[in-house]
């Protein structure tokens, strides 16, 4: 089934290329600040505030800056998924005909055995008739053996190996390829059963799997492993396709051996740098937490102290940042989330005043450094409670006033927080 995204990036992609990159971008952007313009104007009237226009202009700002580089990625992100759709599209189709055509190829291959099988019957009834004319059964014969010939040739100058074992599960023929995997030649080969010339064991053994299960008579396709008896390890592609007559009797099968060897130990190559970089991690991770521990431990013992309410307060903020950074390092452990980027949300209970200590704490710390200053404005009763994924919105609030601090020359950073509460619905915290 269709997503429902798929429509409207089409629809978005089609909206880019009617209108062009930039007069879209142009009224996107005119459109964000205006609507920027008017949440303003509706906040203001709705809590009937006075407009802050210091505010306002650094908001207008910071969106002139910002929302030109969003727009420019939305549209590269959908002009590519775009692309990619169009892509997949056209390789579902192109699989289609792919698959088409090899079912033409197999009822082709079944003409031919048939057509080859009333040509066999022709030629018995053409040597009686020979018998009788010398000279033509010679010219009949010649151009035989020169089709048979091209044939032959075409077949043992394929890379890949190629058999066909009758309804009696006998070998019938094979190239050159198969000749050199089995280890005999043709002539040791044909008119033999598998289990005839080697051991369930062996190593040529691998090659022919469906003889231990010729009565089954399905189509097949695996990987198989063969070491060869100077210990090179190669692995093949085996195709197995049973042939039947038109009244459903099966006449043969017809193998395909193509070498896979590069693309296995390119898999395996693969999956090993995969494991590696899992084992590299760990070790790093548990590296860094040995240290990490013992500031939690010991920021903890200095909580426990006697300390003055700016010293308790930094020394939270410590043992705050501790612990988010093991948080961290949980996530680091754990590939499978980092490959998916899919790292769970943990709700705890949060006191929201304390919460907000340790973000002004750190970011008065990185502001005295650049010689800015810092101000945290808050409304509403933010001594309470709430549940909230502190180690992430930890790391949100740190990434954005290290983002403010490194884009302001001068002047002082200013983090809004406002709680809001409402008689039947959960409070909302907003942060800007």
Known sequence: MQSPVHPKVKAFAALIKRWGKLRLGLVLWLSSLALLVLAHYTYAALFAVVVDWLMLQAQLTLAMLVSPVIILIVFYLVL?????????????????????????SIRQLNFEI?????????????????????????KTQQELEEQSLLIRSIVDSSPDLFYYRDENGHLASCNKMFEIIMGKSAQELI???????????????AILTEYEAAAEHTELT???????????????????????????????LL??????????????????????KGKFIATLSH???????????????????????????????????????????NDIIDLDKIDRQDLDIVYQSIHIQSFLNDIANFAELICQQKGLGFDINSQGDLDCYLKLDATRLRQVLWN???????????????????LTTTATGPAELCLK
Not at 114 to 138: P, T, Y
Not at 191 to 205: I, K
Not at 255 to 276: N, V
């Open 80 to 104: 590519h998924l775009d692309a990619a759709l169009l892509y997949l599209k056209d390789s579902a189709h192109q699989e289609r005909l792919l698959n088409q055509n090899m079912q033409d």
């Open 287 to 329: 590296e860094l937490r040995t240290p990490l521990n013992g500031i939690v431990g010991l920021s903890r013992r200095l909580l426990d102290s006697t300390l003055g309410p700016e010293q308790h307060s930094w020394a939270n903020t410590i043992f705050s940042s501790a612990e988010t950074l093991g948080n961290i390092f």
């Open 255 to 276: 193998g395909f051996g193509r070498d896979i060897t590069s693309r296995k130990l390119a898999e395996q190559a693969l999956e090993k740098a995969y494991q590696d």
């Open 114 to 138: 048939e057509e080859r099988k009333k040509a066999f019957q022709a030629k018995r009834r053409a040597v009686d008739e020979l018998r009788k004319e010398i000279s033509e059964r010679k």
């Open 400 to 418: 954005l006033l290290n983002n403010a601090v490194k884009f302001t020359a001068q002047g002082q950073i200013t983090l809004d927080c406002v």
């Open 191 to 205: 008119g033999f059963h598998p289990a005839e010339l080697y051991t369930e064991d062996s190593a040529q053994a």
């Open 222 to 252: 695996l990987d198989v492993e063969f070491v060869k008896p100077d210990g090179q390890l190669l692995w093949f592609e085996m195709r197995k396709v049973p042939f039947y007559d038109g009244q459903g009797r099966y006449i043969g």
